[in-house]
């Protein structure tokens, strides 16, 4: 999800840096420690001995479409490496999450590290991975699909390296938190999963470097609007009105929004049909909206004015053509709603991940984006978004593909699993 | 294009009926006389005796596909039963019209007699006729597959009634009636081709009773016009200009243009698309609009008002957003370009028409269309677009059908050929 927290690194004042902070924190000091030791040691050599191992698993998964609402074969593969790592209560759940435990010692927290199953490409996408010098190309390689095998590599760092924690940590690959899949997955866990009142910690990995930390979820309202008339001949019934010109009073009055600068808030159109034939006036055109804010009240105030300006437009096209066959009705259908969420900085979870990358050498920075975090985020459970350590490029797009650079890539890893031990106080 | 005409007889004072007429005109005696003539009677027994072999050369030409642009493996079959009639100079020309000669004494004129060959339907369409009852269903089968064979008829009966005529008449199945084809097998014939300056009549078969006389060609044109930007992220790239606003800006100008009612002119937007996902700012945005009118003045003045609010509606947008990653811009491609035209209701070929059919018991009612005749009567040739016979129904729909009533239809048949054969000075 690159494409989703760079915007928000753009956007002026998402990004803050830490680098202000004086003396080390109780959270430092933990994370110094641990990547000082003998154990971590061991871990990251287990992750480097695994690196052909990782990149052969995400070449294995990549291969194994997974479309929007599609993810189950994948999710299927991934419950297997899953319990090939010696997970307990491994299982797929009513929504095609997958998951597997990692025990604690007892008494500690319940933390979720999870990676999305699904890509954004529809079914059919060649997905073959193709090999070009030290880069990898396939439609979803980097997003999220290179993020699940780093998951079976700290698992297999964590046994190899004799690390217990006191935090039961479960390992999942979650569904639907692309597009059209609206965070399904995460918004399953947290409202009827089996382990929905228990997550006291969660985090995301998605493509990018660790340092960067996303706490806060921009969040999103999206519509597809559509407009419905009559229809009939361009000739034979010249004058009665069309869904195409209501559309366009709706296109440009929703223009004309002002969005506040600070929290970000947008709007955009994003995709737009309609009609049959050039000589047939519409019987339905559509048009598909998206609005995202870092704030509630304003994502609110502008889904309120959105769809407030929706009659206006309709009415001034019954009022400037004939209605005899009919008038224009529309309908705005919610097609997506991401809650607005944060986890401050003082936050435990922000403080760990902060101290992590810091103790690696990797200055934090801060910034908001649109991931599976925004679900606990906007319920108040400390969550977090991490990169999982590749460098991958157009994401979404079909020439999406990551390098491969083991020295970077095993560094970065590094910092993801010191974030998770430090948080699952490792011993 | 029963979709074609019927548009036209609806629109206001685009039929008149010339039941007013007084005296027998020559063409009215040339009419009735050759009606009463033994010959024709051979040649209505003849047409009475094919019914069941139109019915089936409808079946086989309907079942061979015909989209716009890929009409050849239906003009060989008709070709091949062209030349089956013992026509003369048969051939296919550089455009995919198929033609032959039925020569005439000497030195009388050249008329042409055609029908179409395309229909609107995408190659892969199921173009199986089923039947049901006296219906006969199927994509394209009245439309106008169904005149193709009514021309052979026509040719046999000639042949069987011992019917010589002072004029040639050129046979023909012409390509690209339909709208992406924009008239171009006609055109051709008329620019290009080899009896491009010999034609003196030019009668177009479409479905539909001979009653309706159709001497008058609406014009259009059609636009294809596509808004460019930068494009970007609905979040990261939000404050920049989208193609999407500026179109909506066009589509609300477009829809404030006056059109006047006599001679008839409207204008319709018909097919819009654009953008890629919800969360994309769109590269590229598009609207296909058709304009037509009854008057070329007022056709050129409607689409010089089109093309003028354009600039307009693409500057707003730049005015209003920032264009620091580009600016709107847009391209307006025309797409179809069909000229205005008309035959008078003094032209011999459409004083032949309303005699023909009045002395056949059919009153003449005379409209407007968009057919096939467009070109010949843009360029003063005198034209005619007539039914040739089978009653047809939802043209342009994948439940398009022709009814069978053979004393009906043979009759419609007989205006027809009674109409060649008056205007061709048969004996």
Do not use: C
Request: no cysteine; glycine share 12%.
């Amino acid at each position: 999800m690159h494409s989703k927290i760079m915007p928000a690194l753009l956007g002026a004042a998402a990004l803050t840096s830490a680098a202000a902070h004086a003396a080390p924190t109780p959270e430092d000091k933990a994370a110094a420690s641990l990547i000082a030791s003998a154990k971590f040691a061991k871990a990251q050599a287990s992750l480097k001995s695994d690196y052909d191992t990782i990149i052969q698993d995400i070449i294995t998964l990549t291969e194994i479409e997974a479309p929007p609402f599609k993810e189950t074969a994948r999710g299927n593969a991934y419950m297997a490496m899953l319990k090939a790592e010696g997970l307990t209560d491994v299982e797929m759940d009513e929504v095609g999450n997958v998951m597997g435990m990692r025990k604690g010692t007892g008494g500690g927290p319940l933390i979720v590290v999870t990676a999305h199953l699904d890509t954004v490409f529809p079914a059919g996408t060649n997905v073959k991975v193709r090999r070009e010098g030290n880069g990898l190309y396939a439609p979803g390689i980097g997003d999220d699909t290179s993020s699940l095998p780093v998951q079976l590599a700290f698992i297999r760092a964590m046994n190899r390296a004799g690390f217990t924690t006191k935090a039961d940590i479960l390992f999942m690959g979650n569904v639907g938190e692309e597009g059209p899949g609206d965070l399904r997955g995460t918004r399953h866990l947290f409202s009827k999963g089996k382990y929905k009142d228990k997550i006291k910690y969660f985090i995301s990995f998605e493509p990018g470097q660790p340092g960067r930390i996303t706490n806060a979820g921009t969040g999103s309202r999206r519509y597809k609007v559509t407009f419905n008339g009559p229809g009939g001949h361009s000739m034979g019934d010249f004058g009665i009105v069309s869904p195409a010109f209501a559309m366009g009073n709706a296109m440009v009055a929703f223009g004309k929004l002002k969005a506040p600068a600070e929290p970000k808030t947008v709007y955009n159109i994003g995709i737009l049909e309609g009609g049959t034939s050039v000589n047939s006036i519409p019987f339905s055109t559509a048009m598909t909206i998206d609005m995202r804010s870092n704030g509630k009240p304003e994502l609110d105030a502008e889904e309120k004015a959105f769809l407030g300006l929706l009659p206006g437009a309709v009415a001034q096209e019954n009022a400037a053509r004939s209605t005899a066959k009919g008038k224009i009705t529309y309908d705005a259908k919610l097609i997506g709603d991401r809650p607005v969420g944060s986890t401050p900085e003082t936050a435990r979870i922000i403080k760990v991940a902060g101290a992590a990358a810091r103790a690696s050498g990797v200055e934090p920075k801060y910034g908001a984006g649109s991931t599976d975090s925004n679900i606990p985020m906007s319920l108040g459970v400390e969550a977090v978004t991490l990169g999982s350590g590749f460098e991958t490029f157009r994401a979404h797009s079909l020439e999406e593909g990551m390098k491969m650079n083991p020295p970077e890539d095993l560094k970065n890893m590094g910092v993801g699993l010191a974030t998770v031990l430090t948080l699952a106080q490792a011993r």
